[in-house]
DNA sequence: ACAGAGATCATCT
DNA sequence: GATGATCTCTGTG
């Protein structure tokens, strides 16, 4: 890839920490990440593709973005046919307002702590489903420094529980979750 | 602070 | 008919 996206969704959610996020002016830093593999019990992708993830077999780079519980968009990134990391939370910088308004809260850590919440201070929708990064709306932009990456279990699954495929920003206000430890 | 329930829908059994 | 990679509100300690 272009932007240098490891091609192991596990290196890739650690790599994507730090990263700026945007969309339409509105966005942020990656806080919070999880990975999940096409050989992964809790993967959507872990019986094969089938209607409604075909995106997510799709190339590097593509974006998917699903329905979870009936209501909130959860945004991912494919790293590799099968393989996709999902953005959890990022910590808002550009277009505060915008975000606030969107999402109706004023608290900034409550803005994009969790990947309904902050696809809905994004504005991003099943639209941007099946759509190559590079081509949407969306701009990602690598990290400069160097930074304090922590991981922990995955948030939310049922299966494959023990793999600490959870990865954030050390000591981040602006996690979904703190990490245990 | 923590626990439980409801909202809502694509996909699968 | 059941199941989620969730969020928010409500009731209780």
Redesign the pocket.
């Known amino acids: 890839m272009a932007s240098g996206l490891p091609a192991d969704p596990v290196g890739a959610a650690e790599w994507l920490i730090g990263s700026t996020l945007s969309h339409e002016g509105a966005g942020g830093i990656i806080v919070e990440t999880?990975a999940?593999r096409d050989d992964d019990p809790?993967?959507?992708?872990y019986?094969g593709s089938?209607?409604?993830?075909a995106s997510?077999f799709a190339c590097a780079g593509t974006l998917?973005v699903?329905?979870?519980?009936?209501?909130?968009w959860?945004l991912?990134i494919v790293c590799r046919p099968g393989s996709?990391v999902?953005i959890?939370a990022i910590a808002p910088t550009q277009g505060l307002e915008r975000m606030r308004q969107r999402?109706?809260?004023d608290d900034p850590r409550?803005l994009c702590?969790?990947?309904?919440?902050?696809t809905?201070a994004l504005g991003i929708t099943g639209a941007l489903d099946g759509v190559a990064l590079q081509h949407s709306p969306l701009t990602l932009a690598p990290r400069s420094g160097g930074l304090e990456v922590v991981s922990g279990p995955?948030?939310?699954?049922?299966?494959a529980v023990d793999r600490p495929w959870r990865f954030g920003l050390a000591g981040s206000p602006f996690l979904?979750r703190p990490f245990p430890g």
């Open positions: 999880e999940y809790a993967s959507h992708s019986k089938r209607a409604g993830i997510m998917y699903y329905r979870s519980y009936g209501l909130n959860c991912n996709a999902l959890r999402r109706g809260v409550l702590a969790g990947p309904g919440r902050l809905q995955r948030i939310g699954i049922a299966r979904s």
